[in-house]
């Protein structure tokens, strides 16, 4: 009897020992899984010092065109003084058939430019090209000359007639030694019929850049 009551003893002492040490079997081991709590929270924390990124068409910037005719350089300098302050494009009006020097010379009265001027029905100025490529994308547009005999230039009659200036804002300016801006933008406006025009503004042959910018400046374009 007792040796029964020992072995039953025993074997319950076996079972106890095997149902302790199969509850756990990884308890002495070191964790497998790599902690990863901080790497998740810097990914997936939104940072409330973020802004929204905006929308760029609502600040969209005006595409500015400069186009001119320049007979001596004073207004092609002029233009592009504007240009670069107003970080636009430029685009010369050259007639197909220049002038010359001698075709400039006005106290010559048998000069090409005296002329054309004596008899209007000749001022209809063929040029190289009269119309810009991506034309629709300007905004702005500036038209300088110079005078001649108080009025633009002639050979940027054939550009003006030639374009479509509706939605656009159009700036004349001139360059002269001493003759005013007159009439001229109001007669290339009427030749138009398109377009916004302001008054615009005449610049001395030799004006520098701090003045043709500064007049930029008052337009306040932006």
């Not at 003084?81 to 685009?91: E, L, M, V």
């Not at 006005?106 to 119309?131: A, F, K």
Request: charged share 25%; net charge negative.
């Amino acid at each position: 009897m007792k040796k029964l009551t020992a072995f039953l003893m025993s074997m319950l002492l076996v079972f106890s020992f095997a149902a302790c040490s199969s509850t756990n079997p990884d308890n002495d081991s070191p964790a497998t899984t790599p902690d990863t709590s901080i790497e998740n929270d810097t990914n997936t924390t939104p940072n409330e010092n973020e802004t929204e990124p905006t929308d760029s068409t609502d600040t969209a910037k005006k595409n500015v065109l400069v186009v001119y005719y320049s007979a001596t350089g004073s207004t092609e300098r002029v233009a592009g003084y504007i240009a670069d302050a107003a970080d636009g494009d430029t685009f010369e009006l050259i007639p197909a058939d220049e002038y010359s020097s001698a075709d400039l010379n006005y106290g010559d009265q048998s000069s090409r430019v005296v002329y054309e001027h004596e008899h209007p029905d000749e001022r209809d100025i063929e040029l190289v090209e009269d119309t810009v490529e991506n034309w629709d994308d300007y905004d702005i547009i500036f038209i300088g000359y110079p005078i001649w005999w108080q009025i633009a230039a002639w050979p940027v009659d054939g550009f003006v007639k030639a374009n479509d200036f509706t939605g656009k804002t159009v700036i004349p300016f001139c360059t002269s030694a001493s003759s005013g801006l007159g009439d001229s933008g109001k007669l290339l406006e009427e030749m138009a019929g398109t377009g916004s025009w302001l008054e615009g503004q005449r610049f001395s042959s030799g004006a520098s850049e701090s003045i043709v910018k500064n007049w930029l400046d008052s337009l306040e374009l932006d």
